[in-house]
């Protein structure tokens, strides 16, 4: 049982070229987030989808985009890195929907943007 | 602005002793607190919750204590272990998205705690 699972783990990007981080779960969780992770700053959600087949922004979704491909995975993707989205981003996922429910968290993706 | 707030970034203490975290908001809607644990290059774990509705929440070696009026939570552990070495998240959130529309969960930036051998 992996749990919730991230790739890649560290990624190097220039200024301008995107890349599609990827999640996957292997729990039924109904729930999926996306997390970026700045020093000195606590977890801040990106998206989140509720369920499959819906999609929400959440607190910093600027210069992102997901997709919730089915009901495993959860994707998320920059289309034009900037240096400001050096962070590591993490997925989690919870069984139904609603910010009250323990989240189960991946190991992370480390990302540089150059 | 930071509406979940750990004041002290690290905190060190020896094992056997109690170990102390808090953790104050300033959002009189969140209902509902959590606290994860995170070891280094690894998403953090769920440890403890509390609703609004209770004052304590114990599991353990681990008990959440919320203070409303403070709006002031914090998380014992007795006795403190080495193995408990790790980075404690504080996350708030403001109900059930169906009653509040809430969509979001605060997370505060975290206390290092390192319990000495």
């Known amino acids: 049982n992996a749990g919730v699972t991230q790739t890649p783990k560290f990624q190097v990007l220039k200024t301008g070229q995107s890349m599609t981080l990827q999640c996957a779960q292997d729990?039924?969780?109904?729930?999926m987030y996306w997390y970026r992770q700045d020093p000195g700053m606590g977890l801040r959600l990106i998206y989140y989808?509720?369920?499959?087949?819906?999609?929400d922004k959440g607190e910093v979704p600027n210069g992102y985009n997901v997709s919730r491909l089915n009901k495993r995975e959860f994707s998320l993707r920059l289309e034009s890195a900037a240096p400001s989205q050096t962070s590591v981003y993490f997925c989690?996922?919870?069984?139904?929907?609603?910010?009250?429910?323990?989240?189960?968290f991946g190991p992370g993706t480390r990302l540089l943007v150059l | 602005d930071q509406q979940v707030k750990q004041n002290s970034p690290s905190l060190s203490v020896q094992e056997g002793r109690i170990s102390i975290l808090n953790c104050d908001y300033t959002?009189?809607?969140?209902?509902?607190f959590l606290w994860y644990k995170k070891y280094p290059a690894e998403g953090p774990t769920f440890l403890i919750s509390i609703s609004s509705i209770k004052d304590k929440n114990e599991d353990g070696r681990f008990t959440v204590f919320l203070n409303k009026s403070a709006k002031h939570l914090s998380l014992h552990i007795v006795p403190s272990q080495p193995g408990d070495s790790a980075v404690y998240f504080c996350a708030a959130s403001e109900g059930l998205p169906e009653q509040t529309g809430a969509n979001n969960l605060f997370f505060g930036t975290g206390t290092r705690l390192t319990v000495i051998p």
């Open positions: 959002n009189s809607m969140f209902d509902y």
């Open positions: 989690a996922s919870s069984l139904a929907g609603g910010f009250q429910e323990t989240q189960y």
């Open positions: 989808s509720a369920s499959e087949g819906t999609t």
């Open positions: 729990m039924n969780h109904n729930s």
